[in-house]
């Protein structure tokens, strides 16, 4: 998408125009932006850490929230 260098409230809003969710490790986004204004789902993942390993287990809960979510919800998944 050529976004490198595109933070906050400007990425979402990029994102709401191309797709339904924001996947994201950054669990403090919520707390830092109004995210009821942008027209996109978020998942805000908790792993560990951002290494691959970790992040991992937790596919099969975010599988299972992707196919209920909606627009403007926020949903945290951890393990």
Known sequence: MKWNGIKNG???ALAAQEFDVFLTVDRNMQYQQNLL???IAIVALAPFS???EDILPLMPRTREVLSTIQAK???EIQL
Do not use: A, G
């Open 10 to 12: 400007k990425l979402l």
């Open 37 to 39: 204004t942008v027209e």
């Open 50 to 52: 951002n290494r691959l």
């Open 73 to 75: 919800m926020i949903v």
